[in-house]
C-alpha cells in the first residue's frame, strides 16, 4: 500500500450521539461521522441528528444509518437531520435505491462478507461497505480469507476494527476507506473519545 493512500484513507466514525462525539471525531480528522436511526443503543432522532449535523464542517460527511425501515421514514429523517448520505443496512432492492437516488444524499450500501464479493455500484449505491459475515457483530473476521472489493472501489472494510487492529487490517486489504463503532466504545453505545482519536491515528498515520 503506498504512503498516498495511507494518507488518503477515508475514515467514518459511526454511533455518534452526543456533542464531545462529534466534536472529538472532527477534531480527530474524521472524513464522515454516522447516526443511526434503526434499532440500537446507539439511535437517535432527527431533532439530535440534525442538532449534531451543525456542528460539523462541510467537508466531512455526515451519514444516516438505517435498517429495513419505510422509504418514507428513510426520507423524511435524512431530510430533517440535514444529512449529506444514507447508509443502508438491509435487503432494500433495486427500486428502492433508485427511489431515493433522486435525492440530494450519497448512497451508502452495506452488505455482509459472504461467499461472494458485492461490488460497488451494483444497486446504485457511492459507496459500498463491507460489513462482517454477522453484521454489527463488532467482531474481527477474516479479512485476508478471499480477495475483496477491487482497487480504486470506493469501498468501506468495517467488523470488528479497534485502533489495535485497524493498521492490520488496512495493509491485509487495501481499502479505500474504514468505518468503525463498537471499536471506539468503552460500554456499548458509549464513545471513548480517546479510543476515537486513537483509531484514526492508527488507520491513517502521519508522514
Known sequence: MSENSRETLFIKICGLQTERDVDTAVEAGADAIGFVFSQSPRRVDAATAARLSRRVPEHVLTVGVFREEPLDFVRAMAGESGLGAVQLHGPEDHAYYAALATGDWTLIRAAAFGDSVPRVGEYGEDMLLLDAPVPGSGIAWDW???????????????????????????????????????????????????????????ARPPG
Open 144 to 202: 485476508s480469507s478471499k480477495p475483496l472489493a477491487a482497487p480504486g472501489e470506493k469501498w468501506l472494510l468495517a467488523g470488528g476494527l479497534t485502533p489495535d487492529n485497524v493498521r492490520v487490517a488496512v495493509e491485509a486489504t487495501s481499502p479505500w476507506g474504514v468505518d468503525v463503532s463498537s471499536g471506539v466504545e468503552h460500554a456499548r453505545g458509549v464513545k471513548d473519545p480517546a479510543l476515537i482519536t486513537a483509531f484514526v491515528k492508527a
